[in-house]
C-alpha cells in the first residue's frame, strides 16, 4: 500500500515533491520519483511486501515501462513464473513488478488476470502514452485533473486541489447528488475540475489529454456453482479459505478488525488458521454507548481463535479533538460516520501492525442487508413496473429525499435531480424476469456505487491516515466470480425459525467460527453520532451554523436549525442528515476556504475561535 502521483508535462520546480509530501501518511517508509522530459511520477511507500528492494518506481529492463502502483496483487507469483518462463526479467520480488512486465507482454489486456487490490499508473515511452487503472471493485481509489492540457493524478485528491497552482472550487452540481447519497457518485468529485476513475476503468492520456477509455475485462475463474446445494457450499467454503490465505502474503504483522459478526469473525478465524504467527484483533466501543458495543462478541471469538486481541475506547472527547484532522485526512464530504471508529481504532492498530484483514463486501455479494429482502417481496408480490421499484429503493438509500432537499438548498433543481435518479436506478430495476435477476442487479449496482465510493474509501483514506493497509478478503476476484453466478435461493431461505439471509455463506462457514456467531443478527457499526449530536457535538454545531460560508451561501439556515433541534430534543432521529452536513462544512472549510492546509486544534477551536 502506498500513495502514488504524477502529472505529465513541464514540471514547476518543487511541484512533484509537494505532491508527495500530501501523501507522507500513505508511506512513511520511504519515496521514490521519475522525471523525464513527458512524464513526472511520484511515489510514497509502505513497506510490506519485499521491503529491501522493492522501491518504486519500477521499470522494465530498458526503462521504457515505468510503474507507481498503490495496492497488492495476491497472485503475482503465479504470473510471475509464467512471464519469467518467457523470458522476462524480474529485479524484485515486489508483486507490483508483475504488471510492468505483464503489460510488455499483452498489453492493458494483462490487467484483467490481476488478482488484487490496486490502483496504478503505468508510462510507457515506447508511444508516449501514460495509462492509469483502477481495480474492479474499487477498492483503491485514484483521482485525477485535466486542465489546459495539464494531466494530473494522485491518491488523494488533496495532492491536486492546488495544482499548477490554481485552485479547484466546489462543484456546485454534485452538492444535491451529495446529500441524497452521502458520497458524490460517479466520476465526479465535489471539486468542479478533480474527477476519479471509475472501478475496473483505465485510462490513456497521450498529450495531456484523455485518448481513450478501457475496462478492466472479466476475470477468468475455473470456479463456478454447480447444481448441488452441498457442493456449492463446500466450493464457497474453499474459496474463502484459499482469498484469506492470499490476503495474509506479508512480511510485516497482520491484524483484524473485529466486530464478533459473521463476517469479520470468518476472516478472522481462517486468518488463524492459516497464519504461521499470531493474528491481532482490534474491536472498538465507545464510552458514551455502552448498549452498542460488541466488545462481548468479539472477545469471544477472540478467545475461540486465540488472536492477541486488543479493544480500542473511544469517547466524544477524542472526536472532537480529532474532527478536523479526520475530515483533512478523508478530503472530501464523509457523509458516513463509520469514519470515526475506522480512524480511531486504525491509529491505535498501527503501534502493533501493518496490514488489517477486514470483511468489506461480503452483504453486497450475499445479500446481507435487509433492503434487499424488502425489495424482493414487493417484487414476489407484483409490483414488478421499475419505476415504482426505483422509488421504493431511494427511500431505503437517501439521506435526504427530493422534497427535503428542496427546503434545505436555496437553489434546487427538482427535475434535474429526478433525471439524474433516474438515469443512475432505472436500469437496476428495468424489465426483470424474476426475482434472481432483481437481487443481482442489486448486489452489482451497490457494489459499484455505495461499497466502492463510500465504505472502501472509509477504509482505504482511514487507515492510510496511520500508514496501516487495509485488505478485504471478500473481494477477492475468484470469491465475487462465484457469488455472482449464485442463484437467489442459496442467498435467502424461509425456514421454521423465519428468514435466513447469507444462507450459503452461514453454512460454508458453519464449521469455522462459533455457532452463536454464525446465527447472531446483523449489526452494523454502532456509531453513536445520534447521541453526540444530542450533547457537545450538537452544541458546536449549532453555533457553527451561523459562521458556517457554505451553509451561508447554498443553504436555508432556518431549515438547518431546525433539523438540529428536532434531533436535540429527541422527538426525531436527524443523525445521518446532520452528519453530512456537518461533514460538508468541515471540508469546505479546510479545503476551499483555507486551501487544503493541514489542520491544527480541535473542532470548537478549529471552527469556532
Known amino acids: 500500500m502506498c500513495g502514488i502521483c504524477g502529472f505529465v508535462g513541464t514540471a514547476m520546480p518543487g511541484e512533484l515533491k509537494k505532491m508527495m509530501s500530501l501523501l507522507a501518511h500513505r508511506g512513511p517508509d520511504g519515496e521514490g520519483q521519475f522525471s523525464s522530459d513527458e512524464i513526472h511520477m511520484g511515489h510514497r511507500r509502505l513497506s510490506i511486501i519485499d521491503r529491501q528492494r522493492g522501491q518504486q518506481p519500477l521499470k522494465n529492463e530498458s526503462g521504457s515501462m515505468v510503474l507507481v502502483c498503490n495496492g497488492e496483487i495476491y497472485n503475482y507469483q503465479t504470473l510471475k513464473l509464467e512471464l519469467m518462463s518467457k523470458g522476462y526479467k524480474f529485479k524484485t520480488n515486489s508483486d507490483s513488478e508483475v504488471i510492468v512486465h505483464g503489460y510488455e507482454d499483452q498489453g492493458s489486456a494483462f490487467f484483467s488476470r490481476l488478482n488484487g487490490m490496486f490502483a496504478f499508473a503505468l508510462w510507457d515511452a515506447t508511444i508516449n502514452s501514460l495509462l492509469l487503472a483502477r481495480d474492479p471493485s474499487g477498492m483503491k481509489p485514484l483521482y485525477y485533473l485535466e486542465r489546459d492540457k495539464r494531466f494530473a493524478f494522485a491518491s488523494e485528491m488533496k495532492a491536486l486541489v492546488n495544482f499548477d497552482k490554481t485552485h479547484s472550487g466546489i462543484n456546485e452540481e454534485v452538492l444535491a447528488d451529495y446529500l441524497f447519497w452521502r458520497y458524490v457518485p460517479n466520476a465526479q468529485t465535489m471539486y468542479k475540475d478533480i474527477k476519479k476513475l471509475l472501478p475496473g476503468q483505465i485510462l490513456v492520456i497521450n498529450d495531456g489529454t484523455i485518448s481513450e477509455v478501457l475496462s478492466i475485462g472479466p476475470y477468468a475463474s ?43 469473525s470468518t476472516i478472522a478465524g481462517l486468518s ?24 462481548g462478541f468479539a472477545e469471544s471469538v477472540a478467545r475461540y481463535y486465540e488472536t492477541n486481541h486488543h479493544n480500542v475506547e473511544v469517547c466524544l472527547d477524542d472526536v472532537i479533538r480529532e474532527l478536523p484532522l479526520i475530515a483533512w485526512h478523508y478530503g472530501e464530504p464523509m457523509g458516513d460516520g463509520a469514519v470515526i471508529p475506522t480512524y480511531f481504532v486504525s491509529k491505535y492498530a498501527e503501534k502493533f501492525v501493518k496490514v488489517i484483514l477486514a ?18 417481496g414487493r417484487f414476489r408480490y407484483g409490483i414488478v413496473d421499475h419505476t415504482t421499484l426505483s422509488r421504493a429503493y431511494r427511500d431505503f438509500i437517501s439521506v435526504f429525499s427530493l422534497g427535503q432537499l428542496s427546503l434545505l438548498l436555496k437553489d434546487f433543481d427538482a427535475g434535474l435531480q429526478e433525471h439524474k435518479l433516474n438515469t443512475m436506478l432505472d436500469p437496476v430495476f428495468y424489465n426483470h424476469q424474476s426475482d434472481d435477476e432483481l437481487l443481482k442487479s442489486m448486489l452489482l449496482f451497490d457494489r459499484s456505487s455505495m461499497l466502492a465510493e463510500n465504505y472502501l474509501m472509509k477504509g482505504d483514506k482511514m487507515t492510510m491516515a496511520h500508514g496501516v493497509e487495509e485488505r478485504a478478503p471478500f473481494l477477492d476476484r475468484e470469491i465475487l466470480s462465484f457469488s455472482s453466478k449464485l442463484d437467489v435461493n442459496l442467498l435467502y431461505k424461509i425456514s421454521s425459525d423465519g428468514l435466513r439471509e447469507k444462507h450459503i455463506l452461514k453454512k460454508a462457514v458453519s464449521g469455522i467460527i462459533p455457532i452463536e456467531i454464525v446465527n447472531r443478527k446483523k449489526k452494523g457499526y454502532g456509531t453513536p453520532t445520534h447521541v453526540w449530536l444530542r450533547n457537545e457535538l450538537g452544541e458546536l454545531f449549532e453555533k457553527r451554523i451561523k459562521r458556517s460560508t457554505v451553509f451561508e451561501m447554498f443553504f436555508n439556515l432556518d431549515y438547518i436549525h431546525e433539523l438540529s433541534g428536532r434531533h436535540r430534543s429527541g422527538k426525531e432521529d436527524h443523525r445521518t442528515r446532520i452528519w453530512s452536513l456537518l461533514a460538508l462544512d ?24
Open 222 to 264: 475455473k470456479i463456478a456453482p454447480v447444481r448441488s446445494e452441498p457442493r456449492n457450499i463446500a466450493l464457497l467454503s474453499s474459496c474463502l479459505s484459499s482469498a484469506v490465505e492470499r490476503h495474509l502474503m506479508s512480511e510485516v504483522p497482520v491484524g483484524v478488525f473485529l466486530s464478533g459478526g459473521i463476517d469479520s
Open 586 to 609: 468541515l471540508w469546505f472549510e479546510i479545503f476551499i476556504t483555507r486551501g487544503g492546509a493541514r489542520p491544527d486544534g480541535d473542532y470548537q477551536e478549529f471552527l469556532l475561535s
Open 272 to 295: 488463524s488458521i492459516f497464519s504461521f504467527e499470531q493474528i491481532f484483533s482490534f474491536c472498538v466501543y465507545f464510552r458514551d454507548f455502552p448498549e452498542g458495543s460488541e466488545v
Open 359 to 376: 470483511g468489506e463486501g461480503s452483504d453486497e455479494q450475499f445479500a446481507g442487508y435487509d433492503k434487499y429482502h424488502q425489495m424482493l
